[in-house]
């Protein structure tokens, strides 16, 4: 079976939001139907009968958790994990077990990838961040020993980006010989502040995708 996920390998609760990608500029959902979403599914690692009713609530979490990390707040989240609960049980040999369930059926897999975020949170081990690519909405957990990921993938994004600002420091510099103070040279700060205003911008077309 062929992975159809943007960036494999992330914690569950990336994986879900990263069920939206869009290579080359075109917006892709995995979860758009039935059938990509029981691709993303299995590949993901989910079990389960994936029907109308779950794939919905996981559209939902989908949302819920991009809110919850873009600042937007945490009330949908809360309200996906109210629908958790944690059975314990004890085997015949005496060892103990602890197992997420949601009240629904049909809410298992989104409970889970909730979940998924609330562990990052309490191991604490790296940040989760957007790709510094101002035309990609894929996040990653970063697990460098300084934090220093920017990328989802320095062989795509990484290199993209190097080759555009290259590309626009050299123009910069050929603009700036030839006129003095044209607004393509413009400083480093504002350079910055103009990436950071389309992270914004990409950030709130991307939240507000159903």
Known sequence: MNDPRAL????????????????????VDLLATAESAR?????????????????AALRQTRSAVRDALEGRGTVPLNAVLDKARVRLTVS???????????DEPASQSAVLAAESLLELLEN??????????????????????????????????????????????????TS???????????????????????RMSRRQRAGGVP
């Open 176 to 198: 700036a010989g030839r006129r003095p103070g044209d607004s393509t040279g413009r400083p480093r700060t504002a350079r910055v502040a103009h990436e950071r205003l389309a």
């Open 92 to 102: 015949d040999t005496l060892v103990p077990a602890r197992t997420l369930q949601a």
């Open 39 to 55: 691709s993303w599914a299995a590949a993901a690692g989910l079990t389960g009968t994936l029907d109308e009713a779950s794939l």
């Open 124 to 173: 604490g081990a790296g940040p989760s961040e957007i790709c510094e690519n101002p035309d990609c909405v894929l996040w990653f957990f970063d697990t460098t020993r300084n934090g220093t990921r920017r990328w989802c993938s320095m062989a795509v994004c990484g290199n993209r980006m190097k080759a555009r600002r290259h590309g626009e420091r050299k123009g910069a510099a």
């Open 8 to 27: 494999p390998g992330e914690p569950l609760t990336l994986d879900l939001v990263n069920t939206e990608f869009a290579p080359d500029g075109t917006l």
